[in-house]
């Protein structure tokens, strides 16, 4: 069930409910001379779920995000994180809080141990009897035990990314803020990322990322939420995000041409071409597939596949926004 009510309570993926970590109520940031960049924001983020951020460019995810850490100060409106209102609590809140934003600023000329040393010692609550022990599980937590001798300015895109991941796994989080975390990673490395995130809801943290790959969204995140011009189209669990758009007709033809034609004689709207697949947009619950299929036949289309593909997220990104997706925001 899509969530669209107010509350401190919130549908989980198979229906429970499950207290809110983050909620915000009517939150707006407007910047002298413009239009809002968040305008009345009413999201809800289940504890343990795994929450993913979408939007557009200019949607106002990051101004959102900056709320939330108390980076910045809403124009109006009320947000609270872990049960506290931000940033008034942020000193208590914070502690709870690992974050990875906008990209890892390591120190270049320090080793990649190094740097998570300083920020461990940044940590007026860390114990620097174990601070070794927490820095060592951290880079293996990532991958990047092999390469903790390095200094910083040698890694790549990828291995900055998981340094930046392993220092907001210094403590532990009731809540982990990621922006784009398999950004600049390989294939093996953002499964491995995405895995390591699983494994933190499973242990109880609450996860809330944004993420320009729709399909790692689909793959990691139970829920979801998308933005567009400041302001909350949908939230709610993923499954039900997806299912609330309508699929693909999709027909497999050496005669594409001609059943490109004859749908669209039949009403089909959408219509897209490619090699000798011919996809339409799904037709409303009226229209008899069995009717389209004999409708081709009649034609004189040879069929080799015929049917319904489920709609994808990506699906209903594009239907609620109008438009593709860009990570910018």
Known sequence: MTDTAAGTRVAGPGGETAAAVIETR????????????????????????????????????????????????????????????????????????????????????????????????????????????????????????????????AYSLGMKQRLGLAAALLQPRRLLVLDEPTNGLDPQGMREIRSLIRELAAEGTTVFLSSHLLDEIEQVCTHAAVMARGRLLVQGPVADLAAGARGRLAVTTPDPGAAARILGEHGATGLLTDGDRVSADAPPGGVELADLNAALVRGGVRVRSFGVERASLEDAFVALTGEGFDVAG
């Open 26 to 153: 009517g939150l707006t940031k407007r910047y002298r001379g413009g239009r809002p960049a968040v305008d009345g924001l009413d999201l809800r983020v289940p504890g343990g779920s795994v929450f993913g951020f979408l939007g557009p460019n200019g949607s106002g995810k990051t101004t959102t995000i900056r709320m939330l850490l108390g980076l910045i100060d809403p124009s109006a409106g009320t947000a609270r994180v872990l049960g506290s209102p931000m940033p008034a609590a942020a000193r208590t809140v914070l502690p709870h809080v690992g974050a990875l934003i906008e990209g890892p600023a390591p120190y270049g000329f320090l080793t990649g141990r190094d740097n998570l040393v300083r920020y461990d010692s940044a940590d007026a609550a860390a114990d620097p009897r174990t601070r070794r022990a927490r820095v060592d599980r951290a880079l293996e937590r990532v991958g990047l035990a092999a390469a903790a001798g390095k200094k910083a300015k």
